[in-house]
């Protein structure tokens, strides 16, 4: 007794296209350390999946199906970039924007703590963000800089914010001159904020995106080296996690076209085995992929059965 199967070869794996980023997502079951993962797309696609957008949200969510765990996507936690928010870069002799003097054992570069203050000492330390201090703001013209203290109590932001519209922007201190200029403003014993502050979490391929789609209480800065999942069984939304954990992964490269192929596989005297059983049909198909595979086949290589217009997969050759 002979039976005919017909096998569809798709060749880019599990993948699916934004037309947005005119990107192409992969969908990687292995389970590997971010950095193994980062490794693995930067040698077969481009990178790890960079979300810029809520139809990239949607669209992983999509490829994803029934799984239901979480996989690496690019965002890591890099704790040692500070800025200032003062950004432009002809206002700064060269060395100048790293001039940092830190009170001993500062920055504690905490997760919580990415913004700086300035003490009256003329030391400076990193603090949470959300606590309200006086501030020192600046105003520039040409290469000078004249500081200005306020009087208000403000978050950060909120001091950055005020800063910009009455002044030009939060303080930059550039140098020990000007260090010594802000230290004797100070009218007694304080702590004000300046100007730098500390952005970390960044994209493996280096883009910039201001999309955030953390998960309730998340992040929540407990693991020591913090990079990024997309937890699948919570729409996607993202989790921190220690990057040496092992998970799938999601990789993104540039739009390839599918190509698709129809094999004919012929398969003699079955004897007794239900051709119609899944658990034969999926033991096939994983025989069938180890062998292409040995044959040189593109890892990602994906198998489907193609059933006939009666739902068969197979019919008896007459």
């Not at 870069?89 to 100048?96: A, D, L, T």
């Not at 702590?191 to 280096?206: A, E, N, P, T, V």
């Not at 092992?246 to 051709?275: A, T, W």
Request: glycine residues 6%.
């Amino acid at each position: 007794m002979e039976k005919v199967l017909l096998i569809i070869i798709a060749l880019s794996g599990l993948s699916a296209v934004s037309s947005h980023a005119e990107r192409q997502y992969h969908f990687v079951y292995e389970a590997k350390t971010m950095s193994e993962a980062q490794r693995y797309c930067r040698e077969k696609h481009t990178d790890l999946a960079t979300v810029d957008s809520m139809e990239v949200v949607e669209l992983l969510n999509n490829m994803a199906g029934q799984y239901n765990q979480s996989a690496w996507i690019g965002l890591h936690d890099d704790r040692d970039i500070w800025r200032w928010s003062m950004s432009d870069p002809s206002f700064y002799e060269p060395g100048e924007t790293e001039f940092r003097p830190w009170r001993d054992n500062q920055p504690h570069n905490r997760h919580e703590e990415q913004c700086t203050y300035f003490r009256s000492s003329g030391k400076w330390g990193d603090y949470d963000c959300n606590t309200r201090l006086r501030s020192v703001c600046f105003d520039v013209k040409g290469p000078n800089a004249t500081f200005v203290l306020t009087d208000s109590y403000m978050t950060w932001t909120e001091a950055q914010s005020y800063c910009r519209e009455h002044h030009t922007d939060l303080a930059s201190v550039r140098n020990p001159a000007e260090n010594q200029q802000i230290a004797e403003l100070f009218p007694g014993v304080g702590w004000f904020w300046i100007g730098l502050y500390r952005d970390s979490w960044k994209w493996s391929d280096g883009s910039i995106s201001s999309i955030k789609y953390w998960a309730e209480n998340k992040p929540n800065y407990r693991a020591s080296k913090v990079c990024v999942a997309a937890a699948f069984d919570n729409s996607g939304k993202w989790e921190d996690l220690d990057c040496g954990v092992k998970k799938p992964f999601i990789c993104y490269g540039p739009v390839v076209p599918v190509s698709m192929k129809v094999i004919k596989v012929r398969v003699e005297n079955p004897n007794g085995v239900d051709l119609k059983s899944k658990d034969f049909l999926d033991a096939m198909l994983v025989e069938l992929k180890n062998n292409l595979k040995a044959q040189g086949l593109d890892d990602n290589v994906q198998l489907a059965w193609r059933k006939q217009p009666d739902g068969e997969v197979f019919h008896e050759e007459l």
